[in-house]
């Protein structure tokens, strides 16, 4: 439900996204009959057995492939570990790269692939572990290799790991509605225009999208901040591209706080979003 709504507080698509968009639409002939355009960001949910070129892109004559039907949106990937992992791996190059190339004897075609990946995964084979009300009956081996089918380097290149606990049932049903979607698109919309701000005239249009050259830039640190992050790479083990996806994501974090510096706290909240680099399945 988190996943479906959240192209609701994405900003709209801008003119240029929603040709770009339009445009692998179109090609695919995927427009709707009486739908000229693209008017809103995709959203994409394959199923765990999609082949790798129905997820990347593929066949004789190259075709894009989900990542690129999702270019400007978000690609859904539910029960993550039960994809094939080969298939899950050659999402690493589109992630890193944002488009999608697709090498043939003869030539090379490159889809755009500018997508918000989001997944989910139980946290055990039965999806009861830490679970308050039911009883976990999976073994420590079993959980094992439930989760290892998702490889260390796909999660490295993921930018928030959460933990989503059950709701009960008294809380979904009591009516009590929280921040709204507009809301939130306004928050997010605001964060956006500053780093429009920050990076103008530059090629980067926001924080996820920084080079490691950038960061240095645009995320300085005070002595108190520089310490934190040492300490938390040191104690979790974080690869240097955590290491920068911490910055990232702190600078996200106070920019939706608008503050004009990186402030301890934010740090703290971004650490807190490697949970999977913590293995806390051990
Ligand atoms: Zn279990």
Redo the contacts with the bound molecule.
């Keep these: 439900m988190l996943a479906k709504r959240l192209p609701t507080i994405l900003p709209t698509l801008s003119p240029a996204e929603s040709i770009e968009t339009t445009r692998i639409y179109s090609a695919m002939g995927r427009l709707a009959p009486g739908q000229p355009i693209m008017a809103r960001r995709p959203f994409r949910s394959p199923h765990h057995t999609i082949s790798e070129a129905g997820l990347v892109g593929g066949g004789s004559t190259p075709t894009p492939g989900e990542i690129s039907l999702s270019h400007n949106g978000v690609l859904f990937l539910d029960e993550l570990p039960e994809f094939n992992r080969r298939t899950l791996e050659v999402l690493r190059q589109p992630l890193e790269d944002r488009v999608v190339t697709i090498s043939r004897a003869l030539n090379s075609t490159t889809f755009p692939a500018d997508f918000m990946l989001v997944a989910a995964l139980n ?7 830490g679970d308050p009300r039911r009883s ?3 073994t420590p081996p ?2 094992e290799k439930y989760l290892n089918k998702i490889s260390g380097p796909l999660l490295d290149r993921i930018d928030i790991h959460i933990e989503v606990p059950a709701v009960p049932f008294q809380e979904l049903s009591s009516g009590a509605s929280g921040t709204s979607s507009q809301d939130m698109r306004e928050q997010v919309s605001a964060a956006r225009r500053l780093q429009a701000e920050r990076f103008h005239g530059l090629t980067t249009r926001y924080n996820a999208q920084m080079t490691t050259r950038q960061i240095r830039r645009f995320c300085p640190l005070d002595k108190e901040c520089a310490q934190l992050l040492k300490d938390s790479v040191n104690e979790l083990g974080l690869s240097a591209r955590a290491h920068d996806k911490v910055l990232r994501v702190a600078r996200t974090i106070a920019d939706l706080a608008a503050a004009a510096e990186i402030a301890p706290v934010h740090i703290q909240e971004a650490v807190n979003y490697r949970m999977l680099d913590r293995q806390f399945w051990t």
């Design positions: 946290p055990c084979p039965c999806g009861y572990r976990c009956q999976c079993q959980v």
